[in-house]
């Protein structure tokens, strides 16, 4: 069996015909050195691949390069690609990502954020799991960096990224009422999502401006999730008066919608129509495909990890909130 011996430190330096000195101020950049003498070093660590102790050197640094990111369910696929983004822009900041998943609840979410911070994280990227404003409160008292992503945390002073939500909810229902559609059913997410909540706004700010009475008894609630959207579409389907169209808060709940009410014989759009939101790449696959509104997945990711990078450089500045927009997907389902 082939044996691999691991270079070290002196023996890059004999490569190198410098001192380890020399070769520790150019791995760590502490000292002054030469273009030459450092090109020599670099040569000398390519030809013996050598890799520099990473738990030592973050020791020097006080920093890890890890940072931490807990997601309420990894299985979604618009967090799947939030935290794509982050990994993505992450790897080329020179980070590390620990990614974990509450599964939507607090004590797991808790259990984590120690986890993280016993591996000495340099910050933490946060999906809320719901009412996690005391967690998040805490790191920050605790001066650990950390970024909200997608979610709000109302009263909470922390940097913020998000997705215009309220513009979502107001874009759909308008498109719809421009369809011609009055009755308009909205299975809107859980409660005590803001997330929710917001593009709940958005569908009653649409319908009052059009002059359109809100019929409380069109507002279901669902939970984010396909089942849920089945579920909430059987109660809009079974009302005396069911609605024309129906906005789903969230593309899975759209798709549950769609097969609610293909099983009640339902063609969409022609009996009813349905919109989703987030343009997950399932959306394009559905029968009939999902209008929605195209949520920037990816580059919320990106941005998250960025705005972490920077509270981290510089944690005395004041928290910034970045708001991005959103894009109405026209498909076949309106």
Do not use: W
Not at 68 to 77: A, F, L, N, W
Not at 109 to 116: C, H, P, R, T
Not at 216 to 226: A, K, P, S
Not at 302 to 312: F, S
């Amino acid at each position: 069996m082939e044996v691999i011996e691991i270079a070290t430190l002196k023996d890059v330096a004999e490569r190198a015909g410098v001192s380890t000195a020399t070769v520790s101020h150019v791995i760590n950049q502490t000292r002054f050195v030469s273009d030459e003498l450092k090109a020599r070093v670099y040569q000398a660590m390519s030809e013996l691949h050598y890799r520099p102790n990473a738990i030592a050197k973050s020791l020097r640094r006080r920093r890890t390069q890890n940072i931490g990111m807990i997601v309420p369910d990894i299985s979604y696929p618009f967090l799947a690609e939030v935290a794509r983004g982050v990994e993505d822009a992450g790897f080329e900041l020179g980070y590390n990502v620990i990614l974990c998943d509450s599964d939507g609840d607090l004590h797991r979410e808790a259990d984590y954020i120690g986890l993280l911070q016993e591996k000495k994280v340099d910050g933490i990227i946060f999906v809320a799991a719901g009412e996690s404003s005391s967690h998040v409160q805490a790191l920050i008292e605790q001066e650990m960096p950390v970024v909200v992503c997608d979610r709000e945390l109302p009263g909470v002073e922390v940097d913020t990224v998000i997705a215009d939500n309220v513009g979502s909810g107001h874009q759909v229902t308008k498109h719809l009422i421009g369809l011609g559609h009055h009755r308009i059913g909205c299975i809107a997410g859980p409660r005590e999502l803001d997330i929710s909540n917001k593009r709940l706004e958005g569908y009653r700010q649409a319908l009052e401006e059009h002059d359109i009475p809100l019929s409380e008894e069109l507002v279901v609630h669902g939970d984010f999730r396909c089942l849920g959207g089945y579920q909430a579409m059987g109660e809009l389907l079974a009302l005396d008066e069911p609605p024309t169209a129906v906005f789903a808060c969230n593309d899975l709940m759209a798709i549950g919608a769609i097969c609610a009410a293909s099983q009640k014989k339902l063609k969409i759009p022609h009996d009813v129509a349905v919109i989703g939101c987030d343009d997950i790449a399932l959306a394009s696959f559905t029968n009939p495909s999902l209008t929605t509104v195209a949520q920037p997945k990816h580059e919320m990711g990106a941005v998250a990890i960025e705005m972490l990078v920077e509270r981290i450089r510089d944690k005395s500045k004041p928290p910034t909130r970045r708001l991005l927009p959103t894009e109405l997907v026209l498909r076949d389902s309106c």
